[in-house]
């Protein structure tokens, strides 16, 4: 797949917000990647615009069936000079996996990282340059034919929109341990549905529970696996580790859990540090006796928002395990302090996961 | 939840395409219904405008999240006059229910069948007159905030489109039966999930799976439950009906089928005739032994696109069941045209399901 990219800029910029006080995902920058799909040119018109509303039709398919796929990644300002990716080929290939769970056509994933590329060298000063800080890039898929008819859509709109952001949590300490509530009577997918794809629909169905575990107290849902209510899948929107008596486990990719690009990051970065890292099945009563007996070490989440999240308190029947005394553990912070710092260049790459964006515009 | 509807209307009607050719959902009428929400004013604007694009955010919560629901209902123009709907309360009613699951705000139903009137009496010259056509109504919520934080929205859109359509079936013959392919890799739902709502991404799920039937060369697919991959939950987008040695059996409301309006229809039709209903969990399997018994007699899906839908020929792994000699049983046929009657006005309307339009003009 080969396109050009046209390029329309703005003549003036938006004012920037408050870098200080940057909500997730609120503010946008002056431009997007646009481009469309249909039955005869394929995917077409790849083009750079100034940041703007869409015009759809009320009968879009996205309106009424939900045919979308997303991802998430950030650029991030170097410490030492230039503006970096993280491992963007993994989100653009795992997007293409998602798309052929939806019926959704697929996308050259070089071309999207070029494209990405493009767009941020347009947007750079958009990027921010504070710790903590980065430009969140989200692109997404989304069905825009008008038809009512259950059915694969023939045209698509693809979209990459950036968004500068501060820490995904509210507080200002990114790892202040949060709270989580185990839920047992809603689920989060199954085996056979859709849940290792980034689709919209996962995300509409978790709104309830996570509100439950608010109402409740806890800032965050641990999901049960839906046919034995036991096995853990993941927290949120996070995949979850466990450190249990000096070796760490997380649950395997089992068809209904993300395959997390930070949760990858945190295997390979584990066992080049010399972890045992398991990845199977583990049951929330095995985490229970872990905790009785005294080995439950660490719970932690990973996600590109949060990077590592470490659990303090797992909220479970009558019951609350409160891990490492509510502290953030060694390995959280540990992995943390490599992931980020490799992610700003405060760290050396040693695993080789960023990408500087100024090879590509030479 | 009283609201002042304001009315803007088109100066001069669009052309209307060939009723004679009406795919389903493809052509939309002059007006549609609109009505905004947010916190401060929950939801406010309500009015009929001429049917346009919407704009929208690209951080619209919609497009990332799913967060949405929706409804399917017919107008028709009856024999006896006038035109008439088909138990449009209970359309509403079941929109609250998945909102609630959706983390939606509710909406007045009863506000909404005005509405709806409203809107049908602007476009009642769309309304098709000739038997086996009608006017599909489909109202629909989405989460409209411009926000990438994965929560519940603040900001929603709900509106009402119309759209004439012919049979839903490519075929002329309604009643031609069709054909199921039984998955059991692929689910459609599961308990603990979403499946008895009408929500986006129910939907986008089950396309890889239709397109898989269709490859195979059967029309349809039949679902199986997640757990035990043995129970029958629905056909395609139907409920899913079975006579078996003279009494009915359909799966029960489970949590992950939707209670559709045609089933419960159909289900006290059949009991006003005086039949057995079982609303039960049914096996594949048990489906299979009565094949084998000669006492299987009928299979049929209900759903308010195709109101019935006999059922042919089921392929189970590598058997095909062919059912009443693949032709439209007398069950079927008997409460296809008692229930089109009566939607119709061809049929007295024994059961009090249809609403005039008129009521409420006054």
Do not use: C
């Not at 004012?15 to 394929?42: C, I, Q, R, W």
């Amino acid at each position: 797949m080969e396109h050009d990219i046209t390029i329309k800029q703005v003549t003036t910029g938006k004012a920037k917000p408050d870098y200080n006080h940057l909500s997730f995902g609120k503010y946008f920058t002056d431009h997007m990647f646009v481009m469309d799909y249909n039955e005869e040119d394929g995917w077409f018109d790849a083009r750079i615009t100034p940041y703007e509303p869409l015009l759809m039709d009320p009968s879009s398919l996205m309106f009424h069936y939900g045919q979308s796929v997303f991802e998430g990644l950030k650029a991030y300002t170097s410490q030492k000079g230039g503006i970096q990716l993280f491992r963007p080929e993994k989100n653009f290939n795992r997007m293409n996996i998602s798309s052929d769970r939806m019926n959704i056509p697929e996308v050259d994933p070089d071309f999207l990282v070029d494209a990405l590329k493009q767009l941020l060298h347009i947007d750079r000063d958009w990027i921010p340059v504070e710790e903590r800080q980065s430009l969140y890039i989200r692109p997404f898929i989304i069905a825009t034919e008008p038809a009512l008819s259950v059915k694969p859509a023939s045209q698509y709109k693809l979209m990459i929109i950036l968004s500068p952001v501060g820490s995904y949590y509210a507080q200002s300490d990114q790892m202040s341990p949060v709270s989580i509530y185990v839920e047992d009577e809603y689920v989060r997918s199954v085996k056979g549905l859709v849940g290792f794809t980034k689709t919209a629909g996962n995300y509409a169905a978790s709104l309830k529970v996570q509100q439950k575990a608010e109402d409740l107290g806890y800032d965050q849902v641990l999901w049960l696996d839906a046919i034995e209510k036991k096995y853990i899948e993941e927290v949120g929107s996070m995949n979850i580790f466990f450190k249990i008596n000096g070796e760490i486990i997380t649950p395997a990719l089992n068809g209904s859990i993300l395959d997390g690009i930070t949760r990858d990051s945190v295997i390979e970065l584990l066992r080049y540090w010399g972890w045992n890292v398991h990845e199977r099945r583990i049951s929330i009563d095995e985490v229970k006796q872990a905790h009785t007996d005294g080995v439950l070490e660490e719970v932690f989440g990973t996600g590109t928002a949060a990077v590592i999240s470490p659990v303090g308190r797992l909220k479970w029947k009558d019951e609350e395990l409160v891990i490492n005394d509510n502290q953030t553990g060694p390995v959280s912070y540990d992995l943390y302090d490599t992931i980020t710092g490799i992610q700003t260049g405060a760290t050396d790459d040693i695993l080789g996961w960023t990408v500087p964006l100024q090879e590509q515009e030479t």
